[in-house]
C-alpha cells in the first residue's frame, strides 16, 4: 500500500489500493473499492461502492465516482462500476454504479470527463472521449470509442454515440448518432460529418470522402432507415471499413436516428 495517504483521509477497512497510489486530505475510499496502481484521488473526492479501477487514474477535488444508482428500480444486492486505465475526473464529476445485483457500469480508458460531468447507471461508455463541462449521459447509454461531446448536453436513456461522433454543446440527444457525423440542437439532427476529428486523427481523404457519401445518402437523398441501408448495401461503400461500421451501428439501434 502507498504510504502517500493524508491523514485525514478516510479509507475503509477492505478497500484495496494499489502501488504508488496517492490519497489527498478529506479524501473517501469505500470498503469494497480497489484502486489500481499510480492512483491519484485528491483533497476531498470519493471513491466509492463496488467500484474497481485500473492503472494511473485521476480523481479531482469532490468528484464522486461510484455512487448509488438514481434507478427507483433498485432492489438492493452489490451492482458495481469497472473503470479502465488513465481516466480523469475532473472536479464535481459523478459516475454511479449498475442498477441490478452484479451488474455494472464500465468506463473505458483513457477518458477525460470536465467538472460536473455525469454518467449514470448501466452505461458502457468506451475509450478517448472526452465530456466537456455538465455534458450527462443518463442510465444505459452507449459510447463508443473517440467520441466527443459538447458542454451542458444532455443524453437520453438507451441512445448510443457512434465511433468518432461530436455533439454540440447544449445539445439534447433523444435518438442514436451514427458513427462520424455531428449532432446539435434541441432535439439534436445530424448536422454534417466529423470532418476535423476525421483529419486529427489521420484517416484518410478517401475515407472522410466515404463518410461524406454516407451522410448524404442518410440525410440529404429523402430516403427512411430501410431504403437508405439498402442504398448503402449495394453501394461501393458497402466494401469500406467506415461504411460497414455505419451500416452495423444502424442495424443495432433500437431507437433510431437522430
Same mark, same amino acid.
Given at each position: 500500500m502507498s504510504e502517500n495517504i493524508h491523514a485525514t483521509a478516510i479509507i475503509e477497512e477492505g478497500a484495496q489500493l494499489g502501488k504508488n497510489t496517492s490519497i489527498g486530505a478529506y479524501a473517501y475510499i469505500g470498503k469494497d473499492v480497489s !484502486?489500481? =496502481?499510480?492512483s491519484i484521488v485528491h483533497h476531498h473526492a470519493i471513491v466509492d461502492g463496488n467500484t474497481t479501477t485500473g492503472s494511473d487514474n485521476e480523481f479531482h477535488p469532490?468528484?464522486?465516482? /461510484? @455512487? %448509488?444508482?438514481?434507478?427507483? %428500480?433498485?432492489? @438492493? /444486492?452489490?451492482?458495481g462500476l469497472i473503470i479502465g486505465d488513465k481516466n480523469i475526473f475532473r472536479e464535481f464529476s459523478t459516475v454511479h454504479c449498475a442498477t441490478n445485483d452484479k451488474e455494472v457500469t464500465t468506463i473505458g480508458? =483513457?477518458?477525460?470527463f470536465l467538472s460536473y460531468t455525469h454518467i449514470a447507471h448501466d452505461c458502457i461508455v468506451g475509450n478517448h472521449i472526452i465530456m466537456s463541462n455538465n455534458a450527462? !449521459?443518463? /442510465?444505459?447509454? =452507449?459510447? =463508443?470509442?473517440h467520441v466527443s461531446i459538447g458542454g451542458f448536453t444532455a443524453i437520453h436513456q438507451f441512445c448510443r454515440l457512434g465511433y468518432f461522433s461530436f455533439l454540440g454543446g447544449c445539445a439534447k440527444v433523444v435518438q442514436d448518432i451514427p458513427p462520424y457525423m455531428i449532432g446539435d440542437g434541441n432535439p439534436a439532427e445530424v448536422k454534417s460529418i466529423n470532418k476535423v476529428g476525421m483529419q486529427r486523427n489521420n484517416f484518410t481523404e478517401d475515407d472522410i470522402n466515404n463518410a461524406r457519401k454516407i451522410f448524404k445518402i442518410l440525410y440529404r437523398e429523402g430516403?427512411?432507415?430501410?431504403?437508405? !441501408?439498402? %442504398? !448503402?448495401?449495394e453501394s461501393d461503400l458497402a466494401n469500406f471499413k467506415v461504411a460497414k461500421q455505419v451500416i452495423d451501428f444502424i442495424n443495432r439501434s433500437d431507437r433510431g436516428l437522430a
Open positions: !484502486l489500481g =496502481e499510480n469532490y468528484s464522486y465516482i /461510484g @455512487g %448509488k444508482t438514481q434507478d427507483t %428500480k433498485f432492489t @438492493g /444486492g452489490n451492482p480508458s =483513457e477518458n477525460l450527462t !449521459l443518463a /442510465g444505459h447509454v =452507449e459510447v =463508443e470509442d430516403y427512411n432507415r430501410t431504403q437508405a !441501408l439498402e %442504398k !448503402l448495401n
